[in-house]
């Protein structure tokens, strides 16, 4: 599931200019790896043993870990996934741009600050993002 995820979005830079390759929802990490964590789990039986007298509900974290699994993978914007009502590619697509750094009112735009949220969230989700001058912006480590 996950190399034909990633290979349905590997060369797909989104209408916001973030590689959707290095989006784990459309690469399918996020589904691997919840899946993993969720037979390991059950392998254990942690769900029945865990931590409850430190707050661990074992039956709410198997829903949790089953509605991540749910997540459909996304086979990116420019595929008809993501924000069914994303005003960043309604914008884009609708000027006949790939994406946002295409635009030449790209400084101006009205979407500007949504359009900055969303590279800086993927920034800081690990996410390689398209710059003005054709290239890949990395995203720089966050110390916690």
């Not at 034909?4 to 690469?27: P, R």
């Not at 964590?37 to 709410?60: C, L, M, P, R, T």
Request: glycine share 12%.
């Amino acid at each position: 599931m996950e190399a034909k995820a990633f290979g349905n979005v590997k060369n797909q830079i989104g209408y916001c200019a973030s590689w959707c390759g290095s989006c784990v929802v459309g690469n399918g990490a996020l589904k691997a790896l919840t899946n993993r964590y969720q037979h390991i789990i059950e392998s254990y039986g942690v769900e029945k043993w865990g931590a409850e007298d430190q707050g661990f509900n074992g039956a709410d974290f198997m829903k949790t870990l089953q509605a991540i699994r749910n997540i459909p993978v996304c086979p990116g914007c420019v595929k008809g996934g993501g924000a069914t009502h994303c005003n960043i590619r309604a914008c884009a697509s609708g000027g006949n741009l790939s994406d946002c750094t295409q635009c030449k009112e790209f400084m101006l735009c009205e979407h500007r600050e949504g359009l900055m949220k969303v590279r800086t969230g993927a920034l800081k989700a690990g996410m390689l993002v398209k710059t003005n001058e054709e290239k890949c912006e990395r995203p720089q480590l966050i110390a916690r």
